[in-house]
C-alpha cells in the first residue's frame, strides 16, 4: 500500500480514536473560517444593489423621476452616484406638472404620482410614501402581510410601527388615518413608515437629497429611459432614475496595490492565527501516539513515513473543519442576514461571495497542515528506542531564536514608522504582520526568560509556570496565539477610537448649539415680511434677531467666505451680515470690547487664525456674477461654543466694499417642539425658505469596539482553556503524586488555572504592548486630511483594559471550575 493513503487511514482513525482532541483541534481550524464566511456571506447578502433594488424603488415602472426644490441645478452623470447642486438667482420658474413630464418622456407614458418625505406623530417622525399601492405599476415596491392595501384617508404601516388593522395613526395638525394594512418593504425589515395615496407629508428641516425625499412620478414609458435623456430631464428639474441607467454590477472593480497587500496581509493573518491556536492540539497529539509512530519505525518506518503520517493528521483534521465551517459559515449568513436587516440595514437575496469563501476555505486547510509541520518534525527526530521503553525524551533547553525574532520586530517597527506615513492603514497592517512575526520567534525566549520567576511564586503557580516552561512547544504556540489576538484588537479599538476623537474634534458650526436659523431665499420684501410676521405669530415671545442678504448693484446674490484651517483641516467659512442682537447670540453673552468693534465698522471673527494684522480677507461669490476678492478690518472674538467659527460683518462695512444687504434671515436661541410646524406654516408663505437648527455634534459610540471585544473573548478564553485542557492531561504524573501526598483538590484546580493564567497574561502584556504600537501608527492615515495635518491619537483606555484584564480573567475562573480530579497513572517500575 502507498505511504498516502496508509497515513490517511491511520489518521482518520487516530482522530475517530481521540474524538475530544480531534473535535478540539477542528473547532481552533475551523472557528475562523466560520467567522470570516459567515461574516462575507452576511455582507453579500445584506448587501442591494442598485438592479436588485430596482423593484422596491419603482416597481413595475420604467422610471422614477423626482422634482427638485426650487432654485436648485443638480446634473447627473453615468456612474450613478454623482450629482451636484447649486443655488439658483431670479423669479422662479412655473413648477412643473403631470401634463409636461410627461410630454418630456414622449407619447405613451403613464405618470403615477409619489411623494416620500416624513410623518409627525407627535414626538415621533417616521418615513412616509405618499402613492396608491393598488395601481399594478406599483407592484413589489411593498408586500402586503395584513389586511389590505389602503384607499382615501386610510394607510398601511410597516411591522416595526407595531401597529394592526383598525387602528388609528394620529399625525400632529392632520385628522386621524385608519390603518388598514399591514405592508413590508422588500429589503429593509426594521422601515418604520407609513404609506397611502393621501398624507399630510411635514417638510423637512435639512438639505434636500434626490435619493430619498421629494415629490414626483412613477412612469411608465414607451421606450427606455436611457443616459442620452438624463440631462433634458435634470434641466427640466427632475432627478431620475431609470432601469435603463443603471450602473453595470458586472463590471469588476480595479484591484490596486493597497487591495493586493490588504488581502495578504489578511490571509497571512488568518493563517498564522489558526496555526499557533490548533498547534498546541497537535503537539499534544503527538506526544500521545509516541509508542505508535515508534513502533512503525521500528518496523521499518522512515522518518519520511512518519512526517507524512502526522501531516495527515493535519490534512483529515484541516479538510474537515475547513468544510464543515465553510457550509455552517454559508448558512449563518444566509439566514442570520433577515435577523441582522430587523436591527437595521437592508438584506437581499441570499448570496455568496465564492471567489472569497473557496479562499477562505483553502486558507483554512493549509493553516491546518502548517499546523502540523512542527509536530511532524519532531516525531521524525524522536529517539525509538528511548520511546518504546517508556522513558521521556530529553527536553532541549533552547529558548528560541532572540536574534532573528529582534530583527524581524525591529524590522517592522522601522517599515510602521513608514507606513504611517503612506496614504491608507494597509501598509501599516502589513509592517504589524512583520512585528507579530518577530514576537512569535521571540516568544519561546520569553517564555524561558519569565519561567525564572517562578521559584517566587507559592506551589500551585510554581509547577504550573515550570510546566508551561518545560513544555514550551505547546506554551509558546498558546502564548502567541493570544498575542496576536489581543494585539489585532488593540490596534483595531484604538485606530477606531483616535478617527471617532478626530471627527468630534473636526466638528465646527457657524452657529451655536441650540440656535433655530430662517433663510429666505430670493423673494420680495413684502414675502419676506409676511415670513417675518409669521415667524414671530409662531413663536411668542422668542427674541428674534436679523441677519441680511448680500447683493450686487444688478441684484445678483453674493456669498462672503473666508478659508480657515479647523483641526488641520481647512474649512470654508459663509460669514453672517447683522447688528449687535445677532452678535449676543453667537457670542452667548455681551461682550463689550467685540460690540464695540461692530460698532466701529470692524468684523468680529471667530477664527483667531483667519485674522491677520487686523484684516481678513473675503471672497465673494455668486452663481450668476464673478468671483471678488476683499479685506475688511476685523478682530477676533470668543464664539458660544468651543467648536464654533465663523464671523459676522456690519452691513456699513458690507455696503462700502459695493454691496447691498437685504433683511433675509431671522436667529433665535430656542429649540423647536418635536410636533412643531413652523416649517409647514412658513412653507405655507413661500417655498423659498429654510429653517434649521443647530443640534451640535452627535457623538454616536461604535458598537465595532465592543464586537471587537467580544470576538476576542472568545479567541483567547476558548485557545486558553483548550491549551489548559491539553496541559492538564500532561500534568497527569504531577497532579498524582500532588494528590497522593495529600494536596487537596482546590490546588490541583490553582495548578490547572495556573496555566491559564500565566498562558493568557503573558500573551495580552505582549499583545498591548504590539497593538499600542501599531494602533498609534494606524491613528495617522485614519485622521489626517492633507500634509501638514496633525494626527490625532486617543487610546480607549476602558476598551485597552477589558481586553487586556478581562480574557486573563474569565480564563482563569474557567480554569478553576474545570474539573480536575485525581487521576489514575500507572507507575513503572
Known sequence: ?????????????????????SALIMVMIGLPVLVITGVLTLTETMSVTPREGLVAEFGLADARLVRIPEGTVIRQQPNGGSWTTGDGDGAAGPELGAAEAAALLGPGTRLVPFSTGVLRLGADRVDALELDLRD?????????????????????????????????????????????????????????????????????????????YGPGWLADTAKP????????????????????????????????????????????????????????????????????????AAQGGSAGHLRTIVLADGLILGGTATFVATVLGIGA?????????????????????????????????????????????????????????????????????????????????????????????????????????????????????????????????????????????????????????????????????????????????????????????????????????????????VPLAAGHQVKDAQGRRYALRYTVRWNGTRTRRTVAVGDQDLLRLLQGRHDPQAAAALASGKAVVFDAAAVR??????????TSGPARRIEVPAVPAAPADEHQGGALLPRALVEQAGFSTAERQLYAMHRLPADSTLWRDLHKVTPRVTVAS???????????????????LILVVGGTLAVTRLAAADMRPERAAMAAIGAPSGTLRMVVAGQALYVSGLGALVGLAAGTVTGAALSRPMTTHGVGDPATIAIPWPFVIAVVVGPPVLATMAALITRTGPPLVRRLP
Not at 8 to 18: E, G, H, P, V
Not at 263 to 292: C, I, N, Q, S, W
Not at 352 to 363: I, M, R, S
Open 1 to 21: 500500500m502507498s505511504v498516502v493513503p496508509a497515513a490517511l487511514r491511520l489518521a482518520r482513525r487516530n482522530a475517530w480514536r481521540s474524538r475530544g482532541r
Open 136 to 212: 399594478p405599476l406599483t407592484r413589489g415596491m411593498r408586500t402586503l402581510s395584513e389586511g389590505r392595501f389602503p384607499a382615501a384617508r386610510e394607510v398601511a404601516v410597516t411591522p416595526a410601527l407595531g401597529l394592526h388593522p383598525g387602528d388609528l395613526l394620529r399625525p400632529s395638525g392632520a385628522a386621524p388615518l385608519t390603518v388598514v394594512g399591514v405592508v413590508e418593504h422588500p429589503h429593509r425589515p426594521s422601515l418604520r413608515e407609513v404609506v397611502g395615496p393621501d398624507l399630510p407629508l411635514a417638510p423637512l428641516d435639512g438639505f434636500w437629497s434626490p435619493g430619498e
Open 225 to 296: 429611459v436611457s443616459w442620452a435623456d438624463v440631462p433634458a430631464l435634470n434641466r427640466a428639474g427632475l432627478y431620475v432614475s431609470s432601469r435603463a441607467a443603471v450602473p453595470d454590477p458586472s463590471r469588476a472593480p480595479v484591484r490596486d496595490v493597497q487591495h493586493t497587500v490588504g488581502l495578504g496581509t489578511m490571509a497571512v493573518m488568518v493563517v498564522l492565527e489558526t496555526v499557533l491556536l490548533a498547534g498546541p492540539a497537535f503537539a499534544v497529539g503527538l506526544r500521545r501516539r509516541r509508542r505508535e509512530l515508534a513502533g512503525i
Open 333 to 541: 449568513g444566509v439566514l442570520g442576514a433577515p435577523f441582522a436587516a430587523r436591527w437595521g440595514g437592508q438584506v437581499g437575496p441570499p448570496e455568496v461571495p465564492w471567489p472569497q469563501v473557496l479562499g477562505v476555505a483553502a486558507l483554512g486547510l493549509t493553516a491546518g497542515i502548517v499546523a502540523a509541520l512542527v509536530p511532524a518534525v519532531q516525531a521524525a527526530r524522536q529517539d525509538t528506542a528511548t520511546v518504546l521503553a517508556g522513558r521521556a525524551s530529553p527536553v532541549a533547553d533552547r529558548p528560541g531564536r532572540p536574534l532573528a525574532g529582534t530583527a524581524l520586530v525591529l524590522a517592522g517597527l522601522g517599515a510602521t514608522v513608514v507606513a504611517r506615513r503612506q496614504a491608507g492603514p494597509v501598509w501599516v497592517w502589513a509592517s504589524a504582520v512583520l512585528v507579530m512575526i518577530g514576537l512569535v520567534a521571540l516568544t519561546p525566549w520569553l517564555v524561558h526568560f519569565t519561567g525564572r520567576v517562578a521559584t517566587r511564586l507559592r506551589l500551585p503557580l510554581r509547577m504550573s509556570v515550570r510546566d508551561a516552561v518545560r513544555h514550551r512547544s505547546r506554551t509558546v504556540s498558546a502564548v502567541a496565539a493570544v498575542m496576536a489576538v489581543t494585539a489585532t484588537v488593540v490596534a483595531m479599538g484604538i485606530g477606531a477610537h483616535s478617527e471617532s476623537t478626530d471627527r468630534r474634534n473636526a466638528y465646527t458650526s457657524a452657529r451655536p448649539t441650540g440656535m433655530l436659523a430662517i433663510w429666505g431665499g430670493s423673494m420680495s420684501d413684502a414675502t419676506w415680511s409676511r415670513i417675518r410676521a409669521e415667524t414671530g405669530r409662531r413663536l411668542p415671545g
Open 613 to 622: 494684522n487686523g484684516r481678513l480677507a473675503l471672497r465673494a461669490s455668486s
Open 694 to 712: 443647530e443640534e451640535g455634534y452627535r457623538n454616536m459610540p461604535d458598537p465595532d469596539l465592543w464586537g471587537w471585544l467580544g470576538g476576542a
